[in-house]
């Protein structure tokens, strides 16, 4: 089973500033991770699928980068929206599909 | 637009089984993608339960295999859930989503709560 690091668990941030939240995989996924928005109550929301590729809807403040075992989603200038906490998922290989343990962004 | 919706009971007693549905719109699950199922204990973070193909074909996580069974309904359109032998471990809202690897398109959720 691949396990899926996330760091930090929790990051506080200011409005209009950057976000920078990382993504470790125990063994090569190539580009097969996607990232995940949730906000209290809701489902996840598919931000980010193949590492780098946004889903329909996604605002392109939300990039992610990175391959094989080290990944990166970056928020450019966070909004009050964008407070939530934030997955990522491996799909490479499987089963079982795996997620990270989350990183809580929170407001500075 | 798919739009996806869980439903089933809210509350089972310990030792019994577990079962979901969910009803799939906008689009027809034996045109093709996996559709699966995927829980989040309070406060926890999210597990993968298992995925189905349209075909019927079926992968579970190898932690709950031994309990669960995912099938398809093509005629209905829906998918469903029942995992047996529940214990409080198994409390959580539980997501069903079409599953192309990633998931795309999710359920609400809907909590289940194991208690007697």
């Known amino acids: 089973e691949i396990v899926m690091t996330q760091s930090p668990a929790t990051l506080s941030v200011s409005p209009g500033e950057r976000a920078t939240l990382s993504c470790r995989a125990s063994?090569?996924?190539?580009?097969?991770l996607a990232w995940y928005q949730q906000k209290p109550g809701q489902a996840p929301r598919l931000l980010m699928y193949?590492?780098?590729t946004r889903a329909t809807g996604i605002p392109a403040r939300f990039s992610g980068s990175g391959s094989g075992t080290e990944f990166t989603l970056t928020i450019s200038s966070l909004q009050s929206e964008d407070f939530a906490v934030y997955y990522c998922?491996?799909?490479?290989?499987?089963?079982?599909?795996?997620f990270g343990q989350g990183t809580r962004l929170e407001i500075k | 637009q798919v739009q996806l919706q869980e439903s089933g009971p809210g509350l089972v007693k310990p030792s019994e089984t577990l079962s979901l549905t969910c009803a799939v719109s906008?689009?027809?699950?034996?045109?093709?993608?996996?559709w699966g199922w995927i829980r989040q204990p309070p406060g926890k973070g999210l597990e993968w339960i298992g995925s189905?193909?349209?075909?019927?074909?079926?992968y579970y996580n190898p932690s709950l295999k031994s309990r669960l069974t995912i099938s398809v309904d093509t005629s209905k359109n829906q998918l469903s859930l029942k995992l047996s032998s529940v214990t409080a471990a198994d409390t959580a809202v539980y997501y069903c989503a079409r599953l192309q690897g990633f998931g795309d398109f999710w359920g609400q959720g809907t909590l289940v709560t194991v208690s007697s």
């Open positions: 998922q491996q799909y490479n290989n499987w089963p079982p599909i795996t």
């Open positions: 193949g590492a780098s």
């Open positions: 189905i193909y349209h075909s019927g074909s079926t």
């Open positions: 906008g689009y027809s699950i034996s045109s093709g993608y996996f």
């Open positions: 063994q090569s996924v190539s580009s097969n």
